[in-house]
């Protein structure tokens, strides 16, 4: 069974943009979508349109939360980022349900017992996971933009939102997490959700 120290991968995580000298947010994710505001047009990715107007990136980082103004519980600077640099659906979705567990975790971490802590960061991995596991049994490449992505410093780019984040990592320093911690379920939806595909890929080319 594989453990994890949790307190110190959190604070290696911490630390990408400090060893980096750089912030993902805002050298990659906020020019980005400085240039595309102009003309954004709303797009259907994954069966979802995106917000019809351009979120107010200002007003979103006043929020603990973020705006979402297609109510699908993925915030909109993320969702249209997400949506417009990552190649495969298998990657999409799960960058976003992280987007959409963090929304959760800001509304409810006061109150999260150490167990949920450990429940929260373990189906982070799973996500993750997942993506390595569509990418390699359905034969796709990762995004280049995959390769690169700093999933805290896009998540937590504000003061409050990344003071949120060290509230979690004290409540998990030294705390050891593994297998038995994993929420079985999500991983296994993945897995079967992406066996289907492959399943319809097979059959498409007899």
């Known amino acids: 069974m594989k453990s994890l120290f949790v307190g110190l991968f959190i604070s290696s995580l911490s630390l990408t943009s400090c060893l980096g000298g750089s912030d993902y947010y805002r050298d990659r994710i906020g020019p980005f979508l400085k240039e595309l505001k102009p003309h954004y047009k709303p797009q259907k990715v994954d069966g979802v349109i995106e917000p019809e107007k351009f979120p107010d990136l200002?007003?979103?980082?006043?929020?603990?939360?973020?705006?979402?103004?297609?109510?699908?519980?993925?915030?909109?600077?993320?969702?249209?980022?997400?949506?417009?640099?990552?190649?495969?659906?298998?990657?999409?979705?799960?960058?976003?349900?992280?987007?959409?567990?963090?929304?959760?975790?800001?509304?409810?971490?006061?109150?999260?017992?150490?167990?949920?802590?450990?429940?929260?960061?373990?189906?982070?991995?799973?996500?993750?996971?997942?993506?390595?596991?569509?990418?390699?049994?359905?034969?796709?490449?990762?995004?280049?933009?995959?390769?690169?992505?700093?999933?805290?410093?896009?998540?937590?780019?504000?003061?409050?939102?990344?003071?949120?984040?060290?509230?979690?990592?004290?409540?998990?320093a030294g705390r050891a997490y593994g297998d038995g911690y994993e929420d079985k379920k999500i991983f296994e939806s993945c897995k079967n959700k992406i066996d289907e595909k492959i399943k319809q890929k097979v059959k498409g080319e007899k």
């Open 58 to 172: 200002l007003e979103d980082q006043k929020t603990l939360i973020g705006i979402d103004l297609n109510h699908d519980g993925v915030r909109d600077d993320m969702e249209i980022f997400i949506n417009r640099n990552f190649d495969n659906q298998v990657e999409r979705e799960n960058l976003k349900n992280e987007i959409k567990r963090t929304a959760n975790f800001y509304m409810n971490y006061k109150k999260m017992t150490l167990d949920e802590f450990i429940m929260y960061e373990s189906n982070d991995s799973a996500d993750m996971n997942c993506i390595d596991y569509g990418i390699k049994y359905l034969g796709l490449k990762y995004s280049s933009e995959y390769v690169n992505y700093r999933s805290v410093e896009a998540i937590y780019n504000t003061k409050e939102r990344s003071s949120t984040y060290s509230y979690f990592s004290t409540q998990l």
